[in-house]
């Protein structure tokens, strides 16, 4: 799970940060996932390492312009370029309509099929690997957070092992692999798990924007690896974060610190903070430091490889 | 009257160039007028040298995507920097209902008042210095050239020269700098132009696209100091061409001939003739200036400025 910060300004484009889209990878079934899509995010991605041939879902968080006016373009060029299957695109009700209303008045065909689902509160998508939860945020329209959560895998069959205990191999090497438990034909009662390594801990990413701090984006980043927040505001102008709906550094930290997620990174920065002027972004970072030490600030094109727990604590066992 | 290339490809962006769209600086008024707005037209605007500030007119040719999507971001971010005054929006009958659309599903309302002006051939906008007439051309749905006509202007009035002739100043200079014949209280019979310099002949722009070579668009490219032209196709694909109601190079070329055009500007190029491919966009400029030698291809970000005819008239004289 690789993820690519596509777009991290709030409101409008600078010269160095586009309006809001962030890409999921997931190399294993070579699927790219977006969240979001703001104007310019097709550009995005012809800059990055990114291969728009891989896009499969989007997943779009609210009806602002800054988070989807992108979408129609990337839509339409993905047609154009004609090496796109099909693309199954989430988000709030009014979202269908809107492509719809966009594909018509600029007499636009999808080559392949569009799929647009209007999520509520509660799981949106859910594979063999992978369930996608959402729940309303609290912004000035309706707004979703999503939640990725990966399943938790048995660990890897050990066949050597296996062979050198002269179990048959075949079906029963399935069963075991899965983790069930096996009567051999010798009698033998044998346990999956002797032969497995460790679970593998499913990763969680939550995805919360727009919004100001609210109960249900602590629910979406609980004990997340990672949660990815919005943070338009310093703390100094909470104020404005109250009147808009949207979140200071301290609100976004304060979510992760809750929540109990293992890392945040912050992005959606208001223009305002940009170098040179009296707030700058740095003084952003400390101030969420201050609350949640783990704490980054996404840049435009910054990949962050979401680490696997197995991995992590064998390496804290090594150690 | 300086012209920047915003955007030179056809269909979708590439690395190098971005979707249509074309800057008009009047420099005189501190004006910017736009010609069609893809997607990613602002982020264009924030790397170049243009202000958005400036934005007055935005001319739209069809409704296809890769010329609208640019608008409601480019709206929207206008609003934010709160820094636009009004902005005029002329273009197919569609486009007022499409912006209201976005608007209305994407919660954007516009701080400052932006008026739709749907077009029909004919003059759309007149002022004291510059007409702008649009006509339709031929492509697989309504599509409109434009013609920007700077008015004539009746040479510098000479001042020292009127003094010289013992001419009482006051309201006689304003009638003799318009051009006005005036007899003075001693009987002298002035005639203007004696003390005014040569005309300034006003200077014409043409923007034909999307369309196939038609009539239409050599009328508005007449006598045109500058005729912008697509050319989204080589020779060697008029086939393709023809189906998708596009210009080749040739077709181009063949208007600006036709027209009498002093120079032509091809842009809205399909992406197949990036470098690297067996034609190339060094073959299709080879190919326009076969026919029509003056001919030059856009790139993003290049200026034309538009040269004042009496001005090179005046360079001609002296060589
Ligand atoms: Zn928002
Ligand atoms: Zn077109």
């Known amino acids: 799970m690789q993820i690519t910060f596509l777009g991290t300004s709030s409101g409008v484009p600078t010269r160095s940060r586009n309006v809001s889209s962030v890409a999921l990878r997931l190399p294993q079934r070579a699927e790219l996932w977006l969240f ?17 041939s891989q896009l499969s879902r989007i997943f779009i968080t609210h009806m602002h312009g800054d988070h989807i006016f992108g979408l129609m373009g990337l839509l339409a060029s993905c047609g154009l370029a004609g090496n796109v299957d099909r693309v199954d695109i989430y988000g709030p009700p009014g979202l269908n309509d809107y492509l719809q209303a966009c594909s018509r008045y600029s007499h636009t065909h999808f080559s392949y099929p569009v799929k647009v689902h209007a999520v509520k ?20 329209i309706p707004a979703f957070g999503y939640r990725i959560a990966e399943k938790d895998r048995v660990g890897r069959f050990d066949v050597e092992k296996a062979k050198a205990m002269e179990i048959p191999p075949g079906r ?9 438990t096996v009567t051999l034909s010798d009698g033998r009662v044998i346990h999956g798990n002797e032969l497995c390594g460790p679970t593998e801990i499913g ?31 310093a703390h100094q102008d909470s104020e404005m974060a109250f009147q808009r709906l949207h979140s200071t550094t ?3 930290a304060q979510t992760a ?8 990174i912050m992005t959606h920065f208001s223009p305002r903070y940009a170098p040179g002027n009296v707030v700058e972004l740095k003084d952003l970072l400390r101030e969420a430091r201050a609350i949640f030490p783990k704490t980054e600030m996404a840049h435009d094109f910054m990949n962050y490889e979401v680490p696997r727990r197995r991995e992590k604590e064998l390496i804290l066992a090594k150690n």
């Not at 029963?172 to 069930?180: D, F, N, P």
């Not at 990413?205 to 984006?217: E, G, K, P, R």
């Not at 610190?257 to 945040?264: H, S, V």
Request: with cysteine; proline share 1%.
């Open 250 to 252: 301290t609100m976004a």
């Open 257 to 264: 610190l809750t929540a109990g997620a293992r890392r945040l």
């Open 172 to 180: 029963i090497y399935g069963q075991l692999k899965r983790g069930e």
């Open 36 to 52: 979001d899509c703001g104007e310019g995010t097709q550009h995005q991605i012809l800059k990055s390492e990114l291969k728009v």
């Open 121 to 140: 509160p509660g799981v949106i998508y859910e594979d063999d690997e992978f369930s996608v939860t959402c729940n309303q945020l609290h912004h000035r």
């Open 203 to 233: 990763r969680k990413i939550a995805y919360c924007t727009d919004t100001i701090y609210c109960d249900t984006a602590v629910e979406l980043a609980q004990d997340a690896d990672v949660l990815i927040h919005e943070a338009t505001f």
